[in-house]
């Protein structure tokens, strides 16, 4: 075996694991809300409870800098993840194709228990399946790969506007004089999946998630099955382009942390010059909207998709900068050490979230407003901060790693670093 070959399977990114970390704690800043409160909250802060001003810059403030951000940069870790795993198969002189799905495989098998046994906004059925088609995709040319994953997000953007064009159409249609009630009954469906629930169905849903783990989990396999495979079917575009774009920032040595502070520097500036006024525009039009549904799907939905590539590049290279020009700290090694860990530590979250607010924890579904909510965030951060590091100190993997590792391969991994 060449060096180079040595080296790459032996070697570890600390950019990857700091970014990698950020994105998996960010992500909780937008589902806290979707384990807290009913889920037409999660886009429309409107649609529960009575928000006073503070719950309502949270909302626009996660909006502008977390919404989609956050996500974006785990699908462009993922997909950087993906490659270097089977450039690393190769380099062993193993099977990239069976390394590969092996792993998806697996991870689509979580993914199902994730989605019907603890939460049902999961994520990782939707990288299971996307994972498997980007791996057709991994001997393209970087620039390729860019221009292909900012195409696939613009067709994400094209299909939503293509849907949105059809509400609005159906919501004239339900306003007319003389509208059929079959009409009326379709715009009401949606506009109540993102709006305020009617007070017998707001009840049923308190009722729900503050009783027992049976009943929750009979709505998640019964009505609701098809909930998960739904909401993951229609972010797969983007998830696609997204995850190519992180394939060729690990090809161009963008996310691995090979180029000038400097350029990471001017990157960021850029992402955020162009970004931030792009998202306060959006968050000030839905809110003068008054977070009607169609304004919901056109300026979040729609708008948003195009509007986040630059946040999301800004917030890689800052981080990217960053690490490239500050010594390593205590705080980059356990943000490092929670993006090792990333897996585990985005179960845990659904474990530690849904135990605090479901029936079967501590049962505060629905008794928090907005803002107390990062209370409970900075709780789980704290968490994740706090044990990732001393058990990867003593571990080669975290628990959950190590479980798909082992599955993946076909047998038990050494999980004990030697002494």
């Given at each position: 075996?060449?060096?180079?070959?040595?080296?790459?399977?032996?070697?570890?990114?600390?950019?990857?694991?700091?970014?990698?970390?950020?994105?998996?704690?960010?992500?909780?800043?937008?589902?806290?809300?979707?384990?807290?409160?009913?889920?037409?909250?999660?886009?429309?802060?409107?649609?529960?409870?009575?928000?006073?001003?503070?719950?309502?810059?949270?909302?626009?403030?996660?909006?502008?800098?977390?919404?989609?951000?956050?996500?974006?940069?785990?699908?462009?870790?993922?997909?950087?993840?993906?490659?270097?795993?089977?450039?690393?198969?190769?380099?062993?002189?193993?099977?990239?194709?069976?390394?590969?799905?092996?792993?998806?495989?697996?991870l689509l098998f979580f993914g199902v228990i994730h989605a019907y046994?603890?939460?049902?906004?999961?994520?990782?059925?939707?990288?299971?399946?996307?994972?498997?088609?980007?791996?057709?995709?991994?001997?393209?040319?970087?620039?390729?790969?860019?221009?292909?994953?900012?195409?696939?997000?613009?067709?994400?953007?094209?299909?939503?506007?293509?849907?949105?064009?059809?509400?609005?159409?159906?919501?004239?249609?339900?306003?007319?004089?003389?509208?059929?009630?079959?009409?009326?009954?379709?715009?009401?469906?949606?506009?109540?999946?993102?709006?305020?629930?009617?007070?017998?169905?707001?009840?049923?849903?308190?009722?729900?998630?503050?009783?027992?783990?049976?009943?929750?989990?009979?709505?998640?396999?019964?009505?609701?099955?098809?909930?998960?495979?739904?909401?993951?079917?229609?972010?797969?575009?983007?998830?696609?382009?997204?995850?190519?774009?992180?394939m060729a920032g690990l090809k161009s040595g963008f996310l691995t942390?090979?180029?000038?502070?400097?350029?990471?520097?001017?990157?960021?500036?850029?992402?955020?010059?162009?970004?931030?006024?792009?998202?306060?525009?959006?968050?000030?039009?839905?809110?003068?909207?008054?977070?009607?549904?169609?304004?919901?799907?056109?300026?979040?939905?729609?708008?948003?998709?195009?509007?986040?590539?630059?946040?999301?590049?800004?917030?890689?290279?800052?981080?990217?900068?960053?690490?490239?020009?500050?010594?390593?700290?205590?705080?980059?090694?356990?943000?490092?050490?929670?993006?090792?860990?990333?897996?585990?530590?985005?179960?845990?979250?659904?474990?530690?979230?849904?135990?605090?607010?479901?029936?079967?924890?501590?049962?505060?579904?629905?008794?928090?407003?907005?803002?107390?909510?990062?209370?409970?965030?900075?709780?789980?951060?704290?968490?994740?901060?706090?044990?990732?590091?001393?058990?990867?100190?003593?571990f080669r993997y975290g628990p959950l790693e190590w479980l798909w590792?082992?599955?993946?391969?076909?047998?038990?991994?050494?999980?004990?670093?030697?002494?």
């Amino acid at each position: 075996m060449t060096d180079t070959r040595s080296a790459l399977i032996d070697s570890r990114h600390l950019s990857l694991d700091v970014i990698r970390g950020i994105a998996v704690m960010g992500i909780l800043l937008m589902n806290i809300v979707a384990f807290a409160m009913p889920f037409q909250a999660y886009m429309n802060p409107l649609a529960y409870g009575d928000p006073g001003p503070a719950d309502l810059a949270v909302w626009a403030t996660n909006f502008v800098l977390a919404d989609g951000k956050m996500r974006g940069l785990f699908s462009l870790l993922f997909g950087a993840s993906m490659l270097l795993v089977v450039q690393r198969a190769e380099a062993r002189g193993e099977s990239p194709v069976l390394t590969h799905y092996q792993r998806m495989s697996w991870l689509l098998f979580f993914g199902v228990i994730h989605a019907y046994g603890i939460w049902f906004g999961d994520i990782l059925m939707l990288y299971a399946v996307v994972g498997m088609i980007a791996f057709l995709f991994r001997n393209m040319e970087t620039h390729k790969l860019l221009t292909l994953g900012l195409v696939l997000i613009g067709a994400q953007a094209a299909l939503v506007g293509v849907a949105t064009h059809s509400i609005w159409t159906l919501a004239r249609a339900a306003a007319a004089p003389g509208a059929e009630a079959d009409t009326i009954a379709a715009w009401t469906s949606i506009a109540e999946a993102i709006g305020p629930l009617p007070p017998v169905e707001l009840a049923r849903e308190l009722a729900l998630f503050q009783g027992g783990y049976l009943g929750i989990l009979a709505e998640r396999t019964g009505p609701d099955f098809w909930q998960p495979i739904a909401a993951n079917g229609f972010a797969a575009p983007e998830t696609l382009g997204l995850m190519l774009a992180g394939m060729a920032g690990l090809k161009s040595g963008f996310l691995t942390g090979e180029w000038r502070a400097a350029a990471y520097a001017r990157i960021a500036r850029i992402g955020y010059l162009i970004g931030l006024p792009l998202q306060i525009g959006l968050a000030l039009l839905l809110m003068r909207a008054g977070f009607d549904p169609v304004a919901i799907f056109f300026y979040d939905s729609t708008l948003q998709v195009i509007a986040n590539p630059p946040l999301i590049a800004a917030h890689a290279a800052l981080i990217l900068y960053w690490v490239k020009s500050a010594q390593e700290s205590a705080l980059m090694a356990r943000i490092a050490a929670a993006g090792r860990a990333a897996f585990t530590n985005y179960l845990g979250t659904s474990l530690i979230c849904t135990t605090i607010f479901y029936g079967y924890g501590l049962g505060l579904y629905g008794e928090l407003g907005r803002a107390p909510l990062y209370l409970v965030v900075l709780g789980v951060w704290a968490a994740i901060l706090l044990w990732s590091k001393p058990w990867l100190d003593h571990f080669r993997y975290g628990p959950l790693e190590w479980l798909w590792r082992s599955l993946a391969r076909r047998q038990l991994q050494p999980i004990r670093k030697n002494r």
